[in-house]
């Protein structure tokens, strides 16, 4: 697919069927996510593919959120491999956790595979839940799987604001 109509037609879905992600699929999904940029290239992300009914009710013990996904992607990072930024009042964590997960998310989408980015939860219980190591910090779910007969965007999907409001040039 081209890029343009990845960005373009990806959704936030909110409804799964029960298919799961081919393996395929998921491997050139988590591969994108490897490959995306981090500062200094420290790759702190640590993406926890979840399958198992076990740990996917622990996910659904945290959030409604997972909408039925069959597949759910944890996106955490390594506090401790982080880069301190000059003024030492941020650090690359979060921020570098968010661009694998982008990746993710529109790898999925490249893949026909529908997603939905997912942040209500308490990261640190839901950490203690999958037995996470205590250096690594939850930043988002990522459900994945396709989209249940009926799904699709909600109405304000689509509803964007023009450039004029969103960029200025200085």
């Not at 081919?22 to 988590?30: F, P, R, S």
């Not at 779910?141 to 200025?168: I, Q």
Request: charged share 25%; glycine share 6%; aromatic share 8%.
């Amino acid at each position: 697919m081209e890029f343009k109509e990845v960005v373009k037609n990806r959704y936030s879905c909110k409804k799964y069927s029960d298919r799961q992600v081919e393996d395929e699929k998921l491997t050139a999904i988590l591969e994108a996510g490897r490959l995306a940029p981090t500062a200094k290239n420290l790759q702190e992300q640590h993406i926890y593919a979840v399958r198992s009914a076990d740990a996917l009710s622990k996910i659904d013990a945290a959030t409604p959120c997972r909408y039925g996904a069959p597949t759910v992607l944890v996106v955490a990072f390594d506090k401790n491999n982080v880069f301190t930024y000059p003024g030492g009042k941020r650090d690359s964590g979060a921020e570098d956790a968010a661009i694998v997960a982008t990746y993710l998310t529109l790898a999925a989408a490249d893949e026909r595979v529908d997603s939905c980015w997912l942040n209500f939860f308490d990261p640190d219980k839901l950490a203690d839940a999958l037995g996470l190591p205590e250096n690594e910090e939850i930043l988002m779910l990522l459900d994945l799987g396709y989209a249940a007969e009926g799904a699709g965007p909600l109405p304000n999907h689509f509803a964007r604001k023009p450039l004029t409001e969103t960029v200025s040039y200085i």
